[in-house]
């Protein structure tokens, strides 16, 4: 590490703050937000390029966003990506491997920082596109770039930790056993639309950080922001090659990535249904290649909150209607089941049907909307179909209204059902909308028991007072990611690394001490320093000594 790395980067993890959010009650900054919606708009539609060893091209198809709160503007007009330019990509990725491989640690980490400073100083212009591009209100679209820009900082550092060598055993028997990570080669990194910038950033910098080179692919429905997140990183003085952008189709682009057998290592975050194939498909070893691709899925979930007996629903029912139907419930974490204990449940039930009324669904560019649209067209009638069935065949809690909104945009609004039936699609099937299932249960076992008896387990939540239930929350509801007496959505990089298991996918948690390890191979070099009857000092292969 040079002199300038050290002083960037002097104790790695300690001076790792989370970025702040934007304080919307200063009106100076509800102002910034605002102008930065109309500036970015007067772009639009815009030109998303593929980006191949740092040269920008486009194609005769293309792929259009639409706004999801306003279905007639077209955000952006992207590439799309045919196999042939995954193979270019491919190309250029491994042949500038080596060159970054060999770039210390501390060099790495400093562009990443930089791409970090850069994403600070462009916050609101790409929370601003997340608004437009992906129908993202205006927290949760800054909450996006924070986690981002927090990505950055947490895995330059992380890599730093990692880069230095490791004396296992020092002089032990006068051997050395040193152990050191090393990249893995190129990774195929695969995004969706519902964190834009957070999800393709996170992947994209540790893969980086940890000395591979970079293909990213984000959804279909969001290039237009995944394309400014790697310009982002070729300003700050990534070499070309290093990470090349390839948005298209999943079907066609994706799934010759995950199969390319020059890729190392695929690392994912979408539905189960892909997360699955793409586990299926990078098993398979064709001839030539000469590794198993090393696959990272997470995929979704199906969350549980528990309120219990003693549970304050002045503070559990806020949190539960954040959890559910804080952007339109499109989030992994998002909660989708509600377990209630007997007897609490008629007044929880009427005080949810009283707060999810006065949620204010609206385009996600007002400021003072709660609930925005959903992404597509497809999304929508999807979860039009889950809404449909529970009015057959569950109770209707609350079923709200989008009024005039349905003709501009994709707008579905809050639906709450109640089932007496735990193997019911409403309480099996991840939504992915704003459509909560309410079960009644006779006690916290009976709770435990309903909340675990899903193949999902990612996020899940309780709601109680009482101490002895919570110490059994910890230890028998099993999810990743367990909140007590809280929202049960916003995982904070270093604080709540994130991640789930059982179908809600494979690897380490993002934005914690062990994620970067995927990206590496761990070698050990043990070397005998006992040079009995060895010219020690002579430097050199033997036959180059002159003696
Ligand atoms: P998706 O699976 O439809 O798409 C994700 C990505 O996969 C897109 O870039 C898409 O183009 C690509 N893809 C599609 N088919 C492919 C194929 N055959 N081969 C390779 N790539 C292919 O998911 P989505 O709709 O973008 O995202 C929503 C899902 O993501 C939800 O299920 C949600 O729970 C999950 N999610 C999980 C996490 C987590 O951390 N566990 C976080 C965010 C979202």
Not at 314 to 334: E, H, M, N, R, T
């Amino acid at each position: 590490m040079n002199q300038e790395n050290t002083k960037t980067l002097e104790s790695p993890l300690s001076d790792f703050r989370n970025e702040p959010q934007t304080d919307f009650s200063l009106e100076v900054e509800r102002s910034n937000f605002s102008n930065a919606l109309k500036s970015v708009a007067t772009h639009f539609p815009q030109d998303v390029s593929i980006i191949i060893d740092g040269r920008e091209e486009m194609t005769s198809e293309r792929i259009e966003s639409l706004d999801p709160s306003d279905f007639r503007q077209i955000v952006a007009s992207s590439a799309a990506a045919t196999s042939d330019h995954v193979d270019k990509a491919v190309k250029a990725a491994r042949k500038a491997y080596p060159e970054w491989r060999r770039t210390s640690p501390g060099e790495r980490a400093n562009i990443i920082l930089r791409a970090a400073e850069l994403m600070r100083e462009r916050k609101h212009e790409l929370s601003a596109i997340a608004v437009r591009e992906a129908g993202k209100p205006w927290r949760e679209a800054d909450a996006d770039v924070e986690e981002a820009i927090d990505f950055l900082e947490f895995y330059a550092r992380e890599a730093l930790r990692l880069g230095a060598p490791r004396r296992l055993q020092p002089w032990l028997l006068g051997e050395h056993n040193d152990l050191v990570y090393t990249p893995l080669g190129v990774v195929g990194v695969i995004g969706p639309w519902n964190f834009p910038v957070a999800i393709p950033t996170g992947m994209t910098t540790a893969a980086l950080a940890a000395g591979n080179t970079v293909i990213l692919k984000p959804a279909e429905q969001t290039p237009l922001v995944a394309w400014l997140v790697a310009r982002i990183f070729h300003e700050a003085g990534l070499p070309d090659g290093v990470l090349n952008f390839l948005p298209g189709r999943g079907e066609v682009c994706g799934e010759r990535l995950v199969r390319h057998p020059d890729v190392n290592m695929i690392v994912f975050t979408g539905s189960r249904e892909v997360g699955l194939r793409i586990i299926r498909s990078a098993a398979e070893t064709p001839e030539g290649q000469h590794f198993v691709k090393r696959v990272v899925t997470e995929m979704g979930g199906k969350n549980a909150i528990i309120v219990d007996s003693s549970a304050d629903l002045d503070s559990a029912v806020p949190d539960i209607l954040y959890s559910a139907f804080g952007f339109s419930g499109q989030k992994c974490s998002a909660c989708s089941r509600l377990i209630v204990l007997e007897d609490l449940y008629k007044e929880c039930l009427d005080r949810l049907r009283e707060g999810a009324a006065a949620l204010k669904i609206g385009r996600a560019s007002e400021p003072s909307t709660q609930v925005g649209p959903v992404i597509d067209g497809e999304a929508r009638d999807k979860i039009l179909g889950y809404i449909e069935l529970g009015r057959k065949e569950a109770r209707t809690i609350h079923g709200g209204d989008v009024g005039g909104l349905a003709s501009e945009g994709f707008f579905v609004a809050p639906h709450i059902f109640e089932s007496n039936r735990g193997d019911h699609p409403l309480m099996r099937e991840e939504i992915f909308g704003p459509v909560l299932t309410v079960i009644k249960a006779g006690n916290f076992s009976e709770a435990l028991d309903i909340a675990n008896d899903t193949p999902y387990a990612l996020t899940g939540g309780v709601q109680s007072r009482t101490p002895s239930n919570l110490r059994r929350a910890r230890q028998e509801f099993e999810v990743g990611n367990l909140y007590l007496n809280r929202t049960i959505t916003g995982a904070i990089v270093g604080r709540q690394p994130f991640g789930g298991y059982r179908l809600s996918g494979i690897g380490s948690k993002a934005g914690g001490p062990d994620y970067l390890k995927q990206f590496m191979v761990s070698r050990v070099v043990s070397e005998n320093m006992m040079r009995h009857g060895m010219a020690s000092l002579v430097e050199g292969p033997p036959d180059n000594r002159e003696d």
